[in-house]
């Protein structure tokens, strides 16, 4: 296992909302990398980052925002929750030197 | 910008025969190539990994993948199908660089029949 966890597992939470949702890893790795995975849609890079406080924007980033103020924790947040960002996400990290990623078990998010 | 194609979204087949999933991919040099594997309820799992050298790359669970550059393809195989190989498969390419973002397809959902 790739030593990363995420928190919460599952949410659910009303429209309107903030949320965050945490990725921590115990690897140290450079790159970060937050998914949303969606059925027909595969999975969809939302925000990464390739060190602490360097962080840039992903294909489908609108409504989101990242921090990553550690190595080890890469924040994800949704200012104000929409039901268009029900959604199973996902972390995943890579080391300098490699090219593959590796993921977390995921998150699953219900907006109401 | 590079893309990915699985065109098969689900495919069925027996316990014990042979396998071969779809992937084309749209890039303009030579990219990286991965399968990944998600059971359901889980994470992602690395099957392979295409870099350079020998097109045709193994991995893990008896699983096989061929490069073939003319195509655009990077086809993932399996000679005898196990029950425990029903999943979701995600076929990915990267541009080539340490750190560099992945694109995936769109996943094939694969059903094993007893």
């Known amino acids: 296992d790739a030593g990363i966890t995420q928190s919460p597992r599952h949410k659910v939470t009303e429209t309107g909302t903030p949320v965050t949702l945490r990725c921590h890893q115990t690897?140290?790795?450079?790159?970060m990398y937050w998914y949303r995975q969606d059925p027909g849609h595969g999975l969809r890079l939302i925000h990464y980052?390739?060190?602490?406080?360097?962080?840039d924007k992903g294909e489908v980033s609108d409504g989101y925002s990242v921090s990553r103020s550690k190595t080890e924790d890469f924040l994800l947040t949704l200012e104000s929750a929409t039901s268009s960002q029900t959604s199973v996400y996902f972390c995943?990290?890579?080391?300098?030197?490699?090219?593959?990623?590796?993921f977390g078990p995921g998150t699953r998010l219900t907006v109401t | 910008a590079q893309s990915v194609t699985q065109p098969d979204i689900h495919i069925t087949v027996s316990e014990g025969a042979s396998l071969e999933l779809r992937c084309n991919y749209s890039?303009?040099?030579?990219?990286?190539l991965f399968w990944y594997v998600q059971s359901p309820g889980q994470g992602l799992q690395l099957l392979l990994k295409?870099?350079?050298?020998?097109?045709l790359v193994q991995g893990i669970k008896g699983f096989e993948a061929e490069f073939k550059r003319s195509q655009s393809s990077f086809n993932l195989r399996k000679p005898s199908v196990h029950w425990s190989d029903a999943a979701e498969y995600f076929c990915?390419?990267?541009?080539?660089?340490?750190?560099?973002?992945?694109?995936f397809g769109t996943g094939t959902r694969l059903a094993v029949r007893p």
């Open positions: 995943a990290i890579n080391s300098k030197g490699a090219y593959e990623q590796y």
């Open positions: 690897e140290n790795h450079r790159y």
């Open positions: 980052s390739y060190g602490v406080k360097d962080t």
């Open positions: 890039y303009g040099a030579t990219p990286y």
């Open positions: 295409y870099f350079s050298g020998d097109t």
């Open positions: 990915a390419v990267g541009a080539g660089s340490s750190g560099d973002k992945l694109t």
